[in-house]
């Protein structure tokens, strides 16, 4: 063995990284050349995938904004019930528990509107919360 030859060599490895619906313009290529018409096809899927996406989105804020409406809603029914029979305890000489009782439907009202000005101020919806 000769210890003056030296057995060097050198390892390259290459790493690329891609991220969407779109395959690399090369793998387009070849695509292509295996099957004429797939990169049209492979568009088409892409932009079909889009536009369900933005349909399912659509979807999604409008059920939100009709779910937030709702709870207002009942919120709002809730708290009057609960102020109209604390007024009705306070009438009928039932102070206390007719102050707590209209209270605690008063701050009901009060939590429900400001929670969902809220939420509506900072674009969240259920999608974004899981």
């Known amino acids: 063995m000769d210890k003056s030859s030296n057995n060097n060599s050198t390892i390259q490895q290459h790493i690329s990284f891609r ?12 695509y292509e ?3 004429p018409g797939a990169a049209d096809r492979i568009l088409k899927m892409a ?5 369900h996406r933005r349909e399912l989105e659509k979807i ?11 709870g ?7 708290a009057m019930t609960a102020v109209f029979y604390g007024a009705n305890l ?9 102050t707590i009782f209209g209270g605690v439907g008063l ?6 509107f400001i929670k969902g000005r809220n939420n509506v101020a900072d674009g969240e919806s259920t999608k974004e919360k899981n």
Do not use: Y
């Not at 932009?47 to 536009?51: K, P, S």
């Open 33 to 35: 050349e295996i099957c």
């Open 90 to 98: 306070i009438l009928s000489d039932h102070s206390v528990a007719g």
């Open 72 to 78: 207002l809603i009942f919120a709002f029914v809730f």
């Open 47 to 51: 932009e079909e995938q889009g536009a």
């Open 60 to 70: 999604v804020v409008k059920s939100d904004s009709r779910d937030s409406l709702w």
């Open 107 to 112: 701050i009901a009202v009060v939590n429900a």
């Open 19 to 30: 991220q969407g619906l779109l395959p690399s313009p090369e793998e387009f290529r070849k």
